[in-house]
C-alpha cells in the first residue's frame, strides 16, 4: 500500500485495485449481488479485511434511497432515564418519519462498543445517539470514527461539541437546597455507581449546594441504584440516625430507605426526610408520595432529534443542549424532627 494509502482510510478503489477487480465488483460484493462468483467475492471480503475497510453505508444511502433511521448505542437501557430516553427519542422520530434501532451495549466489554457501531452503521443510518452513562464508554467511543451526525446524551465535558443532557448538578443542587431551606443540617446523599455520569454529576451537585450554604458533609454512599441498596443502607445508617434528612440520587434507592425508615419504627417525613431524582411514575405513588427530580424526557427526545436532523421549522430559534430539570415537591419531606 503507498504511503498516502497508508495515513487515510481505505476506500473502496483501494480494494478493487488490491483485489484486481472493478470498483463496481465490489460495490456489487457489498450488496451481495448474486452476479459475483463465489471466487471473486471471496477474494474480495479478504482484502476488505486485510485492510479493515468498512463502507461508508450512510452516505451511500443517502445518494440511493435514504434509511430514514436514527441508531441509538445505549449502555444500560433497562434502567429508567435511559429506557425512557430512548422512548423519547423513537417518539420525536416518529413525527418526523424516522424508524430507531437500538444497539444494546456491555460497558465492561470494549469489543461490545464497535460491535455495536458496526450493526447501526450496516443499517445505513442517518444520526446516531450515544446514551453511556459510563465515562469509560464516552471515552472509547472518542477512538471510534463516527461517519454520521451524533449526539452524546451525557453532562459532561468530554464531548461538548456533541452533547446534550439534562443538567443532573443544578437538579442535585435543588434537591439538596429543599432540605436545607426546610431547616435539615444533618443530610446524607447515596450517591449512585462512581463511574456513570449522572452519578457523579448529582454528587458534585450535592456537595456544591452543602458547601455553598456552609453546611458540614459526610462522604457520600455509593449504591448501585436498586431499592434493595437503599433499603440495605437505611438499615446502616439508622444505627447511628446522626441525620435528619436523606437525598437519593434515584428514586429507587429512596423506596428501599423509606422502607427501612418504616422497619425501624420511624416515620417518613416526620423522623427523615427523604428526597429522590427522577420522579419515575411509581414515585407519586409511593407512601408517603416522593418529593423528587423531575427530568423532561420528552423535551430531550424532540431536543435530541432536532440536533441530529435539524429543526422542524426553519425559523424556530435552536434549542439549548441542557434542560433544566424540576423539583416536585410531595409528601415525603418536612421540617426536622
Known amino acids: 500500500m503507498s504511503e498516502d494509502a497508508a495515513v487515510r482510510r481505505p476506500s473502496i478503489r483501494d480494494v478493487a485495485r488490491l483485489a484486481d477487480v472493478s470498483y463496481q465488483t465490489v460495490s456489487r460484493v457489498l450488496n451481495n449481488h448474486p452476479s459475483v462468483r463465489p471466487e471473486t467475492r471471496e477474494r474480495v471480503l479478504q482484502v476488505m479485511s486485510d485492510l479493515q475497510y468498512r463502507p461508508n453505508l450512510a452516505a451511500r444511502a443517502l445518494v440511493t434511497s435514504r434509511s430514514h433511521t436514527i441508531g441509538i448505542l445505549a449502555a444500560a437501557s433497562s434502567m429508567y432515564g435511559p429506557a425512557s430516553s430512548i422512548a423519547a427519542i423513537e417518539a420525536a422520530a416518529r413525527t418526523r418519519g424516522y424508524w430507531v434501532s437500538t444497539a444494546n451495549i456491555d460497558p465492561s466489554d470494549p469489543t461490545s462498543i464497535p460491535e455495536g457501531l458496526a450493526h447501526l452503521m450496516a443499517q445505513s443510518i442517518e444520526g446516531l445517539v450515544v446514551i453511556a452513562p459510563q465515562v469509560r464508554v464516552v471515552r472509547a467511543l472518542a477512538s471510534q470514527p463516527l461517519e454520521v451526525p451524533y449526539v452524546t446524551l451525557q453532562s459532561t465535558d468530554l464531548d461538548v461539541d456533541h452533547m446534550l443532557s439534562v443538567d443532573q448538578l443544578a437538579g442535585a443542587r435543588l434537591a439538596t437546597k429543599h432540605l436545607i431551606s426546610l431547616g435539615h443540617r444533618g443530610i446524607y446523599h447515596l450517591a449512585g455507581p462512581q463511574d456513570w455520569i449522572e452519578a457523579e454529576a448529582r454528587m458534585r451537585g450535592f456537595l456544591a449546594e452543602m458547601s455553598a450554604n456552609d453546611v458540614p458533609t459526610t462522604a457520600p454512599i455509593l449504591g448501585d441504584w436498586t431499592a434493595e441498596f437503599g433499603y440495605y443502607a437505611g438499615r446502616e445508617l439508622l444505627q447511628v440516625r446522626d441525620f435528619t434528612a436523606v437525598f437519593s440520587s434515584n428514586d429507587q434507592m429512596a423506596l428501599g430507605f423509606m422502607h427501612a425508615v418504616r422497619d425501624e419504627g420511624l416515620d417518613v417525613p416526620r423522623d427523615i426526610s427523604i428526597v429522590g431524582f427522577d420522579d419515575?411514575?411509581?414515585?407519586?405513588?409511593?407512601?408517603?408520595?416522593?418529593?423528587?427530580?423531575?427530568?423532561?424526557?420528552?423535551?430531550?427526545?424532540?431536543?435530541?432529534?432536532?440536533?441530529?436532523?435539524?429543526?422542524?421549522?426553519?425559523?424556530?430559534?435552536?434549542?439549548?443542549?441542557?434542560?433544566?430539570?424540576?423539583l416536585i415537591v410531595r409528601r415525603s419531606t418536612g421540617l426536622p424532627g
Open 280 to 326: 419515575i411514575p411509581e414515585a407519586a405513588h409511593f407512601w408517603p408520595p416522593l418529593t423528587t427530580v423531575r427530568q423532561d424526557f420528552a423535551e430531550l427526545g424532540r431536543r435530541c432529534v432536532e440536533l441530529l436532523l435539524g429543526r422542524a421549522e426553519a425559523d424556530a430559534e435552536p434549542a439549548p443542549a441542557t434542560i433544566v430539570p424540576e
